[in-house]
């Protein structure tokens, strides 16, 4: 049984858009935050944007505001994260990760605790 899993990743030119989606159990969708975080080969994981379960403001890191959108559906235990205007310099795997913590709203990876695998997003020029 999957209990956090990521989809929608794939290649793009620039400009382009994808809807990457996050599907957890239900016991697992409970936790307080999610949140999408991304790594670049040879970088550090970097948060990109988070929101609460309880219907809480989304949060965004810089880079990407303006651009994507995080959103969820309870019915569904599903978070979503929709990448428009892409650039090539997004290129990375997604990451969707959840926390119990109140302080996941600062996007830092050591604040959560349960992450699923990834899905690969490709942005060509």
């Known amino acids: 049984q999957v209990q956090l899993e990521e989809s929608g990743g794939g290649s793009v030119q620039a400009g382009g858009s994808l809807r990457l989606s996050c599907t957890a159990s239900?016991?697992?969708?409970?936790?307080?935050?999610f949140g999408w975080f991304l790594q670049a080969p040879g970088k550090e994981r970097e948060g990109v944007a988070t929101i609460y379960t309880n219907g809480g403001f989304p949060y965004y890191a810089d880079s990407v505001k303006g651009r994507f959108i995080i959103s969820k559906d309870n019915a569904k235990n599903t978070v979503y994260l929709q990448l428009n205007s892409l650039k090539p310099e997004d290129t990375a795997m997604y990451y969707c990760?959840?926390?119990?913590?109140?302080?996941?709203?600062?996007?830092?990876?050591?604040?959560?605790?349960?992450w699923g695998q990834g899905t690969q997003v490709t942005v060509s020029s």
């Open positions: 239900r016991y697992i969708f409970s936790r307080g935050c």
């Open positions: 990760a959840a926390t119990k913590s109140a302080s996941g709203f600062r996007l830092k990876s050591p604040d959560y605790d349960l």
